[in-house]
Structure formats: C-alpha cells, structure tokens
C-alpha cells in the first residue's frame, strides 16, 4: 500500500512546486532589461509625417518627405508609367504575396516595379520582389522546401526574463542566408536607375513607423551594409513579444544613433510611398501610375472558436485586429487613388481559404498557400478593383463555375473595391 502510494505523492509535490514556481516567475514579471525612451531632441526631430530614411552619400541617414520621393521618382522616369507594389505584413501567410509574385511571372504580367515597399513578412519577400523573376527561384525554395520550419524556437522562460517568447536567431539566420552579398549587390545595380525598396519597422521608444530606404543602403554599399540591410529587415519582421525588438545603429545628423525596433506591422498594415497624392495624377505627363496592394492575409475572418491557450488567443486577436486596421488603410488608399485617377488593385486571401494561424509555418500549408497563389495568378484570378455593375456581375458568374475561389473571385473583396465613390 505504501509503494502505491509514491507515486501520488510525488505527483503531489511535483504540483506543488510547479504551484510555487509559476508564482515566483509571475512576481518577476517586471524583471528584464529595459528598453531605451526617445530622447527629448530624437521626438522634436521626428515630425507626424511619414518620411523615408534615405542614406545619402556622406553615409548619414537623411528624412525626405514623400512629396520630395514623388519628385524625384517622377523626374527619373522613362516613358513606362509609375509602378509601385506594396506588401503587407501577416507572417506565415506571406507564402500568398511570394506565390502570387511568381505566378505574375509566368504569365508575364509582373512589372518591374518602380517602388516595392514591405512590412513585416512583406519586408522579407520585397527584396525578391524587386529584383525580379531571375530570383524567384530562390523566393519559391523559402516557402515550398521547408526552409521556415524552425523559425517559431520558444525561449522557455524567455517570455518572463527575456524580452520575447521565442528566440530570435532562426530569423537571423534565414535572412543572412538569402540577403546576401550577392543579393545587396543586385539591389544596389537596381537602385542606380532610381527606383526604390522600402520597408517599415516600428520605434519602440517614439510609437511611431519608420520607413527605410534599403536600396540606398544598398547602393552606399562598404562593410556596413549587409549589417544595416539586415538588421532593418529584422527588426521589420520582430513581431513584439513573439521575437526580440532588435537595436538598429546607423549616422544621422547629430552624429551615430542607436534605436530600439520592432515589427512594422504594429502601426503599418502596409503602405504606400510616395502617397498618392504625391504621385502625378492621371493625364499629366503620360500613363496614370499603376499601384498594387498584395494582402497576405484576409479581410475578414467568419466567426470561429480559438482554442483557450495563450498562443491561439494571442493569435485570433492579432489576425481580428489586422484586418480591421488593413480595411481601414486599404478604403483610405483606394479614396486617395481614385481622387488622382491612378489605378490600384489589390489582392486578399478569402475567408473560404483555410487559414490556420498567422504563425503556423507548417511546410505543408506553407507550400498550399504559396500554389494557391501562383495558380490565382496565372489564370488571371488575382487582382480586384473598382468594378462597374456589368465587371460585378462577371465576377460573380465566375465564383459559381470556379472550383476555387480565388482573390478575384470573392464577393467580398469585390464589392469592397466596388465602394461607392
């Protein structure tokens, strides 16, 4: 009886301790090291408007309005029209925005952009996406080899002590892997003819989104540019409180800066440089510029159940605020171009895909969404934008013969487009 008896008291003490330990680590929640504020002359400096960091040739980071980015774009056109692509944020779903980029290829209805811009997950496929087709192979192999496997590495008490819940070293390491020297080499051939790469992260200590200007960096080039090129796409896509916030160090005016970021994702859903009313308006000068918006993620979301632990909650949250943020952002982006007469499309994954979690980097539903996206492109199932009546009707005959229903084919994302002027 005794010896039966053991094991359910060692049961016993082994709660009891765990009981013990878990109300110690929540009494030491606070402890960790802690992040640096803005200074008093780094807020004066920074205004409300949305400018780029540009690093000009004396190797200093320099902030140029939008309207000055439009100006400069504009004068160093050729006859082709204004392209810009923008890719937002979603984590694992940026399978969608780098199938959708190679099945564009392969129809031949891929641009070469004039401007790319990325956030978060969209900040790593923007390189890809504006160096080209010649390398999409190495795009497709991160989303259909099961390169991302491993990136989630939980840091235990990481989340207590630690500025994070899971390590931030797979991230490190898969973006030295593929932005590499040959890669910042072809961006800054690509950045010579004027064109530009942005991506947005978030000051930690101001609040506020920062865009970066890689190809510049890129075209500085010296041993400091690989640092700074992949550091800046880090921090882009360092969800907070899932990866470490990440120190960018670069020369501004006032001397050599350090600066605490995190995702860009958290105040930008994605964005559009230069802004719409920066661009020349339809007639002036040639074609109207030519804007596209891919959404790796949804709209909206159908009503389901999330599983009652940390992460699933964690993650319904995120996904039901993102895409209430990316309607907002793309309603105001659509508003904007249609008052300048420029065209702008735009892609979402539907409600009817089945999407799991923002951060499931499974290489199976990986792979799915990445051919999934290549498959919509290349039959010309894409893109939505605003629609007459008779574009509308099209569409929606086209939903009931398809056996799957793409971007394009989405009532919702349709008629959203389709918003009254």
Known sequence: MIRMMMPAACCQLARLLLACALATLASCASVGPRLP??????????????????????????????????????????????????????????????????????????????????????????????????????????????????????RLLGAIFGSSAYSGAPLRHLIDRYADDEMIAAIAREAAKGRLLLVATTDFATGEPVVWDLASVALYGGSEAKRLFTTILLASASVPGMFPPVAIRFRAEGGVREEIHVDGGVTLPFFITPAPEDLPAAGVGGQAPQVRVVIDGRLRDFPHAANANALSIFSRSVSAGLSRMTRTGLQSAVAASRQRGISLEYAAIPASYPLHSAFNFNPNEQRALFQYASSCAESGRLWSRAASVAEQRTADQRVASARVTCPADDRFIGRFAALER
Not at 66 to 81: F, K
Not at 84 to 95: K, P, V
């Open 37 to 154: 504020t803005a200074t008093p002359e780094e807020e004066a400096s920074e205004g409300v408007s949305l400018g780029v960091r540009t690093l000009a040739a004396d190797g200093r980071f320099e902030v140029l309005p939008s309207s000055v980015v439009g100006q400069r774009l504009e004068a160093r056109r050729s006859d082709q029209p204004l392209s810009i692509l923008a890719l937002s944020g979603g984590g694992a779903t940026g399978a969608f925005g780098a199938g959708a980029l190679v099945g564009l290829a392969r129809i031949g209805s891929r641009p070469e952009f004039s401007v790319v811009t990325g956030v978060s997950s969209g900040a790593l496929v923007a390189p890809f996406a504006f160096l080209g087709p010649a390398w999409d192979a190495e795009m497709t192999a991160i989303y259909t080899e099961g390169v991302t496997r491993g990136l989630m590495q939980p």
